[in-house]
C-alpha cells in the first residue's frame, strides 16, 4: 500500500519575500521546539539560497533573530564541502559570516563538519558528536525538531546527487558521498535521518528550480534521477518556501498563498 504524504507549499513574490518568510518560519519553530522541548535542534543546508534568510535572523533591526534563544539551539549542519571552514565553498563559513559572527549561539551547540578532514574520518567523526549530542544508543535515528533543506537544480538535495551510492545509504547516520558529476567527496546525512525529523522545510528560490520541483512533486517516483523525491518525513510535516519563480510549474496556490500536494509513494 503507498504511503499517502501530504505536502504544503507556500509561494512568495520574490526571493526577498521568501526569505523573510523562511526567517519567520525559523524563528516560530525554534520558539516552539524551545518552548516544548527547551531546546531547538536544527539541520540547516549551504548553497546560495539560504545566505538571505541567515542575514535577516542575524539582524537587529529585522524581528525574526532577536527573540530566537540562541543558546538554546543545538545548530547541525545537512551537509558540508570536503573543504575547510574558512574556504569560500565551505557551508559552515556561509553560516558563520552571514549568521553566527552576529548571534550568541552556544559554541558547544555549533556542531560543524570538519570538511578538511578525509571524508570517511569527517563524516565518522559527525556521526559520533550527533550520536552524543541526541544520546543515541544502537541503531536509533536522531530526530531533528526541523530540517532545511536546498534542492539543486538537478534534483538533489543535501549531498544526495543524482545517480550517486547516498541515495541508497540507509544505516549510516552521517557519511562521505562520492559525487562523479562535481568530482568532489561531500559529507551528508542520510535520506533516513532527514526522514525522521518532525519537520522538514525545503527553501527554494529561482526560475532553474521550476522544472526539477515540478519532476519531485508531480513527477514519476524515481529517486535516483530525483533525490528530493527520498524526502519523505515519516512522522513529521513537509513544507515547500518557494518564490513564484520555482513555483511557475506548479498548480497557482490558493487565496492563502499555499498549494496542497498529497503525494503516494
Ligand atoms: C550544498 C547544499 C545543497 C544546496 C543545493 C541548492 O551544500 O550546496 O546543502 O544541497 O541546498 O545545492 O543550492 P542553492 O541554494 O545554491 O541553489
Sequence with gaps: MAKRLEVTYRVYEDGTALAHAAAKHFA?????????????RIA????????????LLADPAQPYGKNIPWDKVELFWVDERTVGPDDPDSNYRMTRENLLSKVAPNPDKVHRIEGELDPEEAAAKYET??????????AEVPRFDVVWLGMGDDGHTASLFPHTEGI???????FANHVPQKDTWRITLSAPVINEALEVVFLIGGDDKAAPLERVLYGEYDPAETPS??????????LFLLDTKA???????????????????
Excluded at 541508497?168 to 547516520?173: A, N, P, T, Y
Design 168 to 174: 541508497h545509504e540507509l544505516g549510516r547516520i552521517a
Design 28 to 40: 516560530e519553530r525554534v520558539a516552539q521546539s524551545v518552548e516544548k522541548r527547551g531546546r531547538a
Design 129 to 138: 558528536v550527533i550520536r552524543r549530542e541526541f544520546r543515541l544508543e544502537g
Design 44 to 55: 540547516i543546508s549551504g548553497g546560495s539560497t539560504p545566505k538571505a534568510t541567515f542575514a
Design 247 to 265: 513555483a511557475a510549474k506548479l498548480p497557482k496556490p490558493g487565496a492563502d498563498h499555499a498549494g496542497h500536494v498529497e503525494l503516494a509513494r
Design 229 to 238: 523525491q527520498l524526502i519523505q518525513p515519516k512522522n513529521g510535516s513537509l
